[in-house]
């Protein structure tokens, strides 16, 4: 009997080994005319923890500790997924094509994408990004809670595709020391026309010390594309937006050579305190503070008449994500809560509007204290969203510009950037 016993623990421990199993044979027990009551197995809960999903987020390289930061506390909070930031270059073109070429291999190298606005379009058309109305709907999530423009961005054929990373936005600043009480009131609240604005630049220019009444983006560049975006209303009156921007270019109160300014030209022109009037972005506000002859102290901000054109970075997700349900979780998580981390420790402007109140993001950002500044932020509109925006937009910018200057009719400006935006 002691015999085939031991032959029978022989051939057990073989099967085992054999079988691939992952712990050690137990010790023989002594031999027993009855075998022992068997133990209930440890579940594989107990034997080892669950490793976490590993979410993977795209996205350019920051030179604040704020993206690391959100994604430390969403790491933080889980025990489902963990955060690796894949830190991409801060070339926006190198970015764009690096992203394009692992979506057309079907890749899914990245989960959470952070895009460019002007990608959104491009990608959704592709279906290289992952709608996600259902998902918005199930967490009760509304585009009304986010900044208008960046949403408008990222929606493509009717559905939604995004949600804000950080915005830009343009702004009106003017000089409050010059300008009347009553029309910088008219100013930040926003009720305004551009021929209202083109008569106050015409009636300031000269007073403190400037020598030109406005300066705003008309070189044959990207920026065009963001100036006329306003002056069109969103593109809801494209004649009418190339007839007041060419009577702003004409006017006395614009420089001769207007259509050569880009953004550079404008800051340098209005922190050096030649200009009563500029149309620019939130950065040139720490520009006076650091390098401008003029002090903040002198200076306020306004939105434009037709709305504020929209810039900054949005999310995704990779329509080939195999974690696309933590991909979600994430995504969700930076463009709500982590929406305050950006802000205090990056300054970078929420995109959710439940932060634009808070006190701490409010104190991290002086800007958000200005009303003239809460005004443009609520009133964000969007560039076009195109599945081929490239194309669209240097049809835009040629046609806008050689009707400016002079070389191409009112009509066909108009056709030419229709048909553009019909694409």
Known sequence: ?????????????????????ATAPAPAAPAATEAPAATEAPTATEQMPAERTVIKFAAQADSTPATQAVVDAYNASQELYTVEWIDMTNDSGAMREQILTSMQAGSSDY?????????????????????????????????????????????????????????????????????????AAKLVSGDYTYADLQAMAEKYMGQGGTTDGIVFQAKLYEGLVCNLTEYTAGWTDVEGGLVALKAMVDSPAS????????????????????????RNWPYQWGMIASDGTISQDVVDVAPLPGGSTVGGWLLGINKNSVNQEGAWDFMKFVATQGQKIMSVQGGYLPGYNEMLTDADVIAANAMLSMPGFQNALASTISRPVSAHYSETSDAIMNAAHAYLSGEMELTAAVDAITAALAN
């Open 111 to 183: 989960d959470v994408l952070s895009m460019d606005v002007v990608w959104a379009g491009e990608f959704a058309a592709a279906g290289y990004i992952a709608p996600i109305d259902q998902l918005m709907q199930a967490d009760g999530l509304k585009i009304s809670q986010f900044n208008a423009g960046s949403m408008t961005a990222g929606n493509y054929s009717a559905k939604q595709y995004t949600l804000p990373f950080f915005p830009d936005l343009g702004l009106l600043y003017f000089r409050k020391d010059i300008v009347s009480t009553e029309d």
């Open 1 to 21: 009997m002691k015999k085939i016993l031991g032959i029978s623990l022989m051939l057990m421990m073989v099967f085992a080994l054999l079988t691939g199993c």
């Open 255 to 278: 420089p001769v050579d207007i259509l050569n300014y880009s953004e550079g030209e404008t800051h340098n022109s209005f922190i050096k305190g030649a200009s009563v009037f500029a």
